[in-house]
């Protein structure tokens, strides 16, 4: 069956980085159009970043240009975010998201960030 598992979340101290990794599973991963999302508490789940099916187009919230890097290696059914420089407003679950054209909508379970001293 169809899995997305993310990992590599967990708490840092502003400016620092973290890499989140999603490993799929169960559909043709590089048919997809990979997305990462975030939800902090008591907000809507917003859209991080998003990549290609091929890897050579991505893109970023506003928010998160110039820090945060997606990408994607298609050998090994994987979708990373680099986080670099991080803000406590970058706290929040991320979720790593596929899309198959309109009918195709899987996600993963989320991995919590925190930004914290």
């Known amino acids: 069956q169809v899995q997305l598992v993310e990992s590599g979340g967990g708490l840092v101290q502003p400016g620092g980085s973290l890499r989140l990794s999603c490993a799929a599973s169960?559909?043709?991963?590089?048919?997809?159009?990979m997305n990462w999302y975030r939800q902090a508490p008591g907000k809507e789940r917003e859209v991080v970043a998003s990549?290609?099916?091929?890897?050579?187009?991505?893109s970023y919230a506003d928010s998160v240009k110039g820090r945060f890097t997606i990408s994607r290696d298609n050998a090994k059914n994987t979708v990373y975010l680099q986080m670099n420089s991080l803000k406590p407003a970058d706290t929040a679950v991320y979720y790593c998201?596929?899309?198959?054209?309109?009918?195709?909508?899987?996600w993963g379970q989320g991995t919590q960030v925190t930004v914290s001293s």
């Open positions: 998201n596929a899309k198959g054209g309109l009918k195709y909508n899987y």
């Open positions: 169960g559909f043709t991963f590089s048919n997809y159009i």
């Open positions: 990549i290609s099916t091929t890897g050579g187009i991505t």
